[in-house]
């Protein structure tokens, strides 16, 4: 093909994607296949699986406004590794309905995506994704109840002069710190781990009372015990941990217990 008319090909798709005609992709064949796979199994570890060894990148998204969602399946952090393999399994596939699902996991409002909508804190998230009935959380006799402040975010970014609302982060921040936070005390963890299911999500739970929660993966079972797939900022890469569970939290003094959500086909 001739370079002037490759060229006006590339024009014209580039035009067409500027105004929502061209459909966008991002999902490979490869991992539709692998996306097919995990539906067929029901099981999504299948489909995290297919990211190991890809990079941990942090502070991928935007540190202000304007807000631009960042999509990408070639860099994590625990938090974006999560959405994104939710986001393919819910997908079938289907590039439109993966960007519509991301979007749902990481903002409040679909339809306006800015800074304050994100879900800077993962208890927002999970509690907006059990409001869908997308999850469920994996209550337990160990659990135990505490209040939290929430201050974590407007704190740290009071003083930054970025074009940030810290009025509106500070409400969100109120709204959480309402409600107590229930979590599994890292002291009692090795007694719930019959109740665990393949595919759980666990979140480790900060020490800080301004911050919810460090760090989080999905559960998988090998070697007989229960072991973290996540995107690891340790390793930089997305692996499944070197210790079990019960090991993992005693190597982590910071950790003051987990939490576990269920996604809802996990039956």
């Given amino acids: 093909m001739h370079k002037s008319m490759r060229f006006l090909i590339f024009i014209l798709f580039s035009l067409l994607v500027q105004h929502g005609i061209a459909q966008e992709k991002w999902i490979p064949l490869d991992l539709q296949s692998r996306i097919a796979l995990a539906q067929k199994s029901q099981n999504h570890v299948i489909l995290a699986e297919y990211f190991l060894g890809k990079p941990y990148v942090a502070n991928a998204l935007s540190a202000e406004n304007p807000e631009k969602l ?56 999970m509690e907006q994704l059990m409001k869908d009935k997308w999850i469920v959380p994996i209550p337990t006799h160990e659990g135990i109840q505490i ?75 090998r070697k007989s015990n229960w072991y973290l797939l996540h995107a690891s900022q340790e390793l930089k890469k997305v692996c499944v941990s070197d210790k079990n569970l019960v090991e993992y939290m005693k190597s982590h003094p910071s950790f003051l217990g987990i939490q576990v959500f269920r996604p809802n086909f996990i039956k």
């Fill in 70 to 125: 960042y999509l990408s399946l070639e860099d994590f952090d625990c938090v974006t590794f999560i959405e994104n393999v939710m986001s393919l399994y819910q997908s079938k596939g289907q590039d439109s309905l993966y960007k519509k699902n991301l979007i749902h996991w990481r903002y409040t409002q679909p339809k306006d995506i800015r800074f304050e909508t994100r879900n800077h804190y993962f208890s927002a998230a």
């Fill in 147 to 221: 209040k939290k402040s929430f201050t974590f975010l407007s704190q740290f970014y009071r003083n930054k002069n970025k074009n940030i609302s810290i009025i509106a982060l500070e409400q969100v921040e109120k709204n959480l710190a309402s409600a107590p936070f229930s979590y599994i005390p890292s002291a009692k963890v090795n007694m719930v781990l019959s109740n665990l299911k393949e595919g759980d999500i666990v979140t480790f739970v900060s020490k800080r009372n301004g911050l919810d929660v460090q760090h989080t993966g999905f559960l998988t079972f």
